[in-house]
């Protein structure tokens, strides 16, 4: 699987930041792990709480450079910071692919003023969620993804996995190390609905995550980057091989 035209990084690392309102000021929770942070806000008690969850931006180099996700829009511009870190100028990126239009996975796009190709399903074209950051979409050039399956670039894919939301993709990135599966929030929160295939009776459309999980096991990448919590390698067999943990949840 080694061998492809892509170099892959993650650009900017999903992390979380829980917050409580208790007795009228705001505090702040981490634990040690993102999973850690989430499983706080799951047990937070005795206060109002509240979580501010950033996803992986990955940042592929080749004949350009291309951002999936682009994540927060934030004071001080981290997405268009942490590209200059690299040598890239933000208006040197002109394509973007969105897993999804929520709101932490593409807010940041206006810190890439050259942009001339974004990269979305038509199914989340229609979504309350696509209403809500019409602005956004509507001042960048939309390519629309049609269908199950398609390409972007010459090793550079996606494919259909919705659950999430029902314009989810993921992205099938073919690089010189690995093949990569940037896979957005199909996964969920919690490693081990995917590690174990388990997804949680009364999730929302249980049966399309886990037809997604499935069908990126069928691809048969070395990585899986998630939507929330750290890239981790795939075995032969389909499993997670190691370094994927059990949040406290």
């Known amino acids: 699987m080694a061998g492809g035209p892509w170099r892959w990084q993650v650009l900017v690392p999903a992390h979380r930041i829980v917050l409580g309102l208790m007795a009228g000021e705001v505090v702040e929770m981490r634990a040690s792990t993102n999973e850690g942070t989430f499983g706080a806000y799951r047990r937070l008690e005795g206060a109002v709480p509240g979580m501010i969850a950033w996803p992986n931006t990955v940042l592929l180099e080749g004949d350009e450079p291309i951002v999936i ?19 890239i100028e933000p208006d040197e990126v002109r394509t973007v692919v969105l897993t999804h239009v929520h709101s932490d996975h593409l807010s940041a796009l206006p810190q890439l003023p050259g942009v001339t190709q974004v990269w979305v399903h038509r199914d989340e074209m229609d979504t309350p969620h696509a209403e809500r950051q019409r602005g956004i979409l509507n001042a960048v050039p939309v390519e629309m993804m049609e269908g199950d399956a398609g390409g972007i670039r010459p090793g550079l894919s996606w494919f259909h996995t919705p659950g999430h939301s029902p314009g989810h993709v993921a992205v099938v990135a073919e690089c010189n190390d690995a093949r990569v599966v940037v896979a957005g929030d199909t996964l969920g929160p919690d490693p081990a609905w995917f590690r174990d295939t ?21 691809r048969a990448p070395a990585v899986v980057v998630p939507g929330h919590y ?16 059990r949040p406290l949840v």
């Open 69 to 87: 996700d682009p994540g927060y829009q934030t004071q001080g511009d981290m997405l268009a910071g942490a590209l200059r870190a690299r040598g």
């Open 230 to 245: 750290a890239p981790f390698p795939l075995s032969r067999e389909g499993t997670a091989a190691g370094g994927v943990e």
């Open 198 to 218: 388990a997804a949680p009776e009364g999730l929302e459309n249980r049966g399309q995550h886990m037809a997604a999980w499935q069908m990126i096991r069928d």
